[in-house]
């Protein structure tokens, strides 16, 4: 089975945020992950997932002015010193929490625009060398434009080949099954032929983002491919629950016992 983490941006959601870990450790979960950490004291989220026991499997870096509108500045070559200091803002949270790996957005940006396209290699090159100075990796994600229109990447093989060109050992990919279905289909061959550079799986239903097992998709099937492939990362819960948390948690435990 693999390791599910539990996205507390998205799920226990009945619970302030930081009564949230317990939530998770309460149905089960031994890892937990979550879009941004930033509005929380870094010591305070350390001492939640030791408190429960739980490991962070991920979080975004910083991603510009969200409400705003920003998802990420790394496209945006005017904004590259806002980036670059946003490296600095993620340090005491990866070193608080331990997390392995952080997902660095792309913003929103056209990649038939050179500059936008010249700015993200340079910032993803950065972030990848920053996060090797931790000893950690960094990770980006096609997203679909259903979701997410305008997003600069979201196109799995174009990830793919960036990373192929900046040649980082610890830059990989971060593969949403729920993105690669609207994205493109063909989940099943896409994990077969990205597993060697895929660092962090996220599931949830397609179309309506909800729990695993309730969509198109044969998610128990998907997740019995990633044992099969040698899969040892976490697959991330980033999905939006039907109704209470807990109450669709019944994937989880068919998962648990299979």
Not at 15 to 20: A, E, S, T, V
Not at 125 to 149: S, T, Y
Not at 193 to 201: F, K, Q, R, S
Request: with cysteine; charged share 20%.
């Amino acid at each position: 089975m693999p390791r599910f983490a539990a996205n507390l941006s998205m799920m226990f959601t009945e619970h302030p945020f930081l009564d949230r870990f317990a939530a998770a450790a309460d149905a089960g979960f031994t890892a937990v992950e979550y879009l941004f950490p930033y509005e929380h004291e870094p010591q305070a989220l350390a001492d939640r997932l030791n408190r429960h026991g739980l490991t962070q499997a991920l979080f975004n870096l910083p991603p510009g002015d969200w409400a705003g509108g920003d998802r990420g500045t790394a496209s945006l070559p005017e904004r590259a010193a806002e980036f670059r200091a946003s490296l600095e803002t993620a340090r005491p949270f990866i070193e608080a929490t331990g997390v392995p790996r952080v997902h660095m957005m792309a913003g929103m940006a056209s990649r038939a625009d050179a500059r936008a396209v010249a700015a993200y290699e340079t910032a993803l090159a950065q972030a990848a060398d920053f996060a090797a100075g931790l000893g950690i990796g960094i990770v980006i994600e096609p997203i679909n434009g259903r979701d997410m229109p305008g997003y600069f990447l979201n196109d799995f093989d174009w990830a793919a080949g960036v990373i192929g060109r900046l040649d980082r050992p610890n830059l990989r990919l971060q593969f949403d099954i729920y993105h690669r279905q609207i994205l493109h289909g063909d989940v099943t061959k896409a994990l077969e032929a990205l597993m060697p550079i895929t660092a962090h799986v996220q599931v949830a239903s397609v179309p309506l983002r909800q729990e695993p097992g309730t969509g198109e998709l044969n998610d128990a099937r998907l997740f019995a491919l990633l044992d099969s492939l040698g899969y040892q990362g976490f697959v991330g819960c980033e999905y939006r629950p039907a109704g209470e948390t807990v109450a669709g948690l019944g994937w989880f435990k068919a998962a648990a016992g299979s």
